[in-house]
């Protein structure tokens, strides 16, 4: 186990001393009694601790650390240059999480269910089952309407003989059928539609 004062934590990490003691009050730091830092067990802490969504800056911070210092040790005729090393390559078979994309995917889809929330409020937009279910209901209550009439106008039409007579009779009970599946499934479907 390694100890060393914040002091040197802070110029071993090339981060300021206020750094290190905002690290200290946040209990990032693995301290002794006497608030020495305990070096491996503090560099895993903050391993684990870390903001992904700073990865970026924390590399490119490093990046520049690491050039300031090469370029100190070379001589004072070489300028450093405030590019740093190219990203490292990623496998493509092995998917990095990117927590920036993620963060703002679920943002979007948030927005997008806000938005279907106002859109069901305001009646503007309804449930598939619901619609699915009215339909159906509807559907199937014109069907034993239409397929009940045979042996209600059966006696009636027996009677007849004139083709005329027999056509006007059809027509009047297929549309009073029909007029009364639009009111029944109407009401059926508002009642369907709206949430209780």
């Not at 090469?70 to 990117?98: F, G, K, M, R």
């Amino acid at each position: 186990m390694t100890v060393i004062s914040k002091t040197e934590f802070a110029a071993r990490r090339g981060w300021a001393k206020s750094y290190v003691s905002k690290l200290a009050n946040q209990n990032r730091l693995v301290l002794t009694k006497d608030g020495k830092i305990e070096l491996e067990a503090t560099e895993a802490l903050l391993d684990q601790t870390a903001d992904p969504s700073k990865a970026a800056v924390a590399d490119r911070h490093h990046q520049d650390r690491l050039q300031r210092d090469v370029y100190s040790q070379l001589s004072s005729h070489v300028e450093p240059t405030s590019v740093a090393a190219p990203p490292p390559t990623i496998n493509p078979a092995v998917a990095v999480p990117d927590f920036q994309k993620a963060r703002a995917l679920r943002e979007h889809n948030l927005a997008q269910l806000a938005e279907i929330e106002l859109h069901k409020a305001k009646g503007s937009l309804v449930s598939v089952i619901a619609v699915k279910t009215g339909a159906y209901n509807a559907g199937r209550m014109l069907r034993d309407q239409l397929l009940g009439m045979p042996p209600q106008l059966a006696p009636e039409l027996a009677s007849m003989t004139d083709p005329w007579e027999i056509e006007k009779h059809l027509t009047a009970a297929i549309r009073r059928s029909l007029e009364d599946a639009e009111r029944i499934s109407s009401a059926d479907l508002e009642h369907t539609l709206t949430p209780s």
